[in-house]
């Protein structure tokens, strides 16, 4: 009886549906890899190679040139290192906030409750926009300096709920018994809800990386230094680099006259998407987890 | 326990005031707690919303909006009159809505299809290889396309290998907005079944049964038992993504528009960046983003409100 449950169709054989289902979706998976597998193709062939356009997924006239120029420009070592601190500084303020949001939010009977809650959430729906950030951003001395990228953003009102949610969702005995046995709000924060909660900590966390790592606008907006430029600015500079096209805007955004061959594009679009490819696998249960929790209750 | 809390001070006798001081008091700590984030909404939130005013003035860097002149609703005549702000505004609605029409249905189709799929192992490893795009920022993506769809990329390597004639993806209208559809579905569409997958957990497992014994088809179990079953979710998404029909994210366009299509990749997102922080009229794209944000919340409550009207589930 445990078996039918679990498996539908205990036993039978695999129809054609089936094999057409499994087509299908091994077909969409490798149009997930493809990409990146030409990306390092790329990097890794001689340039005279790709410009005859011999280069499929294979490299052509196997050479790691590239990377050496890559690696031995101090330029890019260091932006790389720059952004994981950025990124690292970033989720911790973010988490802070969060927590020290969503813990009191928790408590029904906090005064002003419901009006701090619909406030939160009212910024979801209805947000001064680009202009007034700048100019706010501007106001604040902020222009140029790492601040700018760390503040604006620094708590997200989607995640906060979710760990809200998470939070309400643990035994209320849990923390009665605590209280019974005189451990304050804080300590009961600290001793009991934030230990039962690393899970959903954790995926929050990767949500403010990711969002960090991949975030490319705000820097764009606020940063003119180069030693500020985080890794998604650095790599667009390089990209848009002698690509004509890109005029639209405004030219800020080319080197000039200077020339990008296509491995060393291809070569920097695997510099900043390996840091990604390197935790991805191993977390991609709590995004998914994260992602249900405030699916199912939010 | 919190019943007794909380009628203990009634007993005595405490007037209204002073229970009030008393709540505030017992809960001094949580309170504390929540200072920093409140700050942090007022500053970086409301601020902004307040900095709003500036479409109704002649806004002046140097004066602020205090001592910026009023113009009541000059600035929003004046953009109305541009040519150039309608065809940010048609491309916005236009991008949308095909993101819609191709990119909503893919992520429901996929989570059905990934549900019949028996072999958990298999399913796992093909769903990590899905949702990895999602993880990949615009910059990445657009040097990716930039890559595999220019003149001399593998696609169109490809299309010369097969006979055919190369066609200029990145620099001709038409073939530019299908690939900006198709790499919007491609990145989201692994990504979108979360949530769906998460839904369809939710059927109640004895309706399969129910029609196995019944003998229904393969296709009239997910018409019958599993989209209904995940409408209201369905819905919900619905509603927000309507509710976004003219806001459109920044770095998609930014990065894969250019100046051969700006006919069709100029945006209202990249509009305000050009008047406004290029150009520096702040009050125009100030303007232009509040037009964004009320029709922006108006949609949102029509689509909610027409949603409750059919007896489904609202996002209230």
């Known amino acids: ?298 | 326990m919190k019943a007794v809390l909380n009628s203990q001070p009634n007993q005595v006798g405490i007037k209204r005031g002073k229970l009030f001081l008393l709540r505030i008091k017992r809960d001094a700590l949580l309170y504390a707690l929540l200072l920093l984030p409140i700050a942090y909404i007022a500053i970086f939130k409301y601020a902004p919303i307040y900095g709003l005013i500036m479409a109704f003035q002649d806004y002046n860097i140097f004066e602020g909006i205090r001592g910026s002149e009023w113009v009541g609703l000059d600035v929003f005549r004046f953009i109305f009159e541009q040519d150039s702000f309608y065809r940010a505004l048609k491309n916005t609605l236009v991008l949308n809505v095909l993101d819609l029409i191709a990119g909503f249905p893919a992520p429901i189709l996929l989570a059905i299809l990934l549900n019949e799929v028996g072999q958990a192992r298999f399913k796992k490893i093909t769903q990590t290889v899905l949702y990895l795009p999602h993880f990949m920022s615009w910059v990445i993506i657009g040097g990716i396309v930039y890559l595999m769809f220019s003149n001399s990329g593998m696609v169109n390597h490809f299309i010369a290998a097969l006979g055919l004639e190369k066609i200029e993806f990145l620099s001709q209208k038409v073939p530019w907005l299908i690939t900006y559809i198709f790499v919007g579905v491609w990145q989201n569409i692994g990504w979108g079944t979360i949530i769906y997958l998460a839904a369809i957990t939710g059927i109640n497992k004895e309706l399969y049964e129910a029609s196995d014994m019944d003998g229904c088809s393969r296709l009239r179990k997910m018409w019958h038992i599993t989209l209904p079953g995940i409408k209201p979710t369905i819905n919900i998404l619905l509603i927000l993504q309507i509710g976004r029909m003219v806001s459109i994210g920044f770095d998609r366009p930014f990065v894969m528009g250019n100046s051969l299509v700006s006919e069709y990749s100029d945006v209202i997102s990249t509009f305000v960046y050009r008047v406004g922080i290029s150009s520096g009229d702040f009050s125009q794209a100030t303007a232009v983003g509040l037009f964004q944000s009320v029709v922006g919340l108006t949609l949102l409550i029509g689509a909610n409100y027409i949603a409750k009207k059919l007896g489904e589930d609202g996002i209230w």
């Open chain 1, 1 to 298: 009886m445990v078996k039918l449950v679990k498996n539908v169709r205990p036993g039978k054989k695999m129809s054609v549906a089936d094999i057409a289902i499994l087509v299908f979706i091994v077909a969409l998976s490798f149009t997930c890899i493809v990409p990146f597998l030409y990306m390092i193709a790329l990097s890794l062939s001689s340039n005279e190679a790709i410009v005859a356009q011999k280069v499929g997924l294979w490299p052509v006239d196997f050479t790691i040139e590239t990377y050496k120029t890559i690696l031995s420009d101090m330029d890019m070592l260091y932006t790389l290192g720059y952004s994981i601190v950025l990124t690292i500084v970033f989720t911790v303020v973010c988490m802070f906030l969060t927590i020290c949001a969503a813990y009191p939010l928790t408590k029904k009977r906090l005064w002003g409750r419901n009006f701090i809650l619909s406030a939160l959430v009212f910024t979801m729906y209805f947000s001064g926009g680009l202009i007034p950030s700048y100019i706010l951003v501007k106001n604040l001395g902020m222009m140029n300096t790492v601040w700018s990228l760390i503040l604006p953003g620094a708590m997200s009102v989607f995640n906060l709920i979710i760990l809200k949610t998470f939070f309400t969702s643990l035994p209320e005995s849990l923390e009665e018994s605590a209280s019974i046995d005189g451990c304050s709000d804080l300590g009961i924060l600290l001793r009991i809800v934030l230990p039962l909660s690393l899970p959903s900590i954790a995926t929050l966390s990767l949500f403010y990386a990711v969002d960090r790592w991949n975030g490319f606008q705000d820097a764009l907006f606020y940063i003119t230094k180069k030693e500020l430029y985080p890794m998604q600015l650095k790599l667009y500079q390089i990209i848009s680099a002698n690509q004509q096209l890109d005029s639209q805007q405004g030219g800020e955004g080319s080197i000039g006259s200077f020339i990008v061959p296509e491995s060393l594009k291809a070569a920097s679009v695997m510099f900043t998407t390996v840091p990604i490819l390197l935790i991805y696998p191993k977390l991609q249960k709590y995004f998914v987890d994260g992602v249900m929790t405030g699916a199912i209750k939010g």
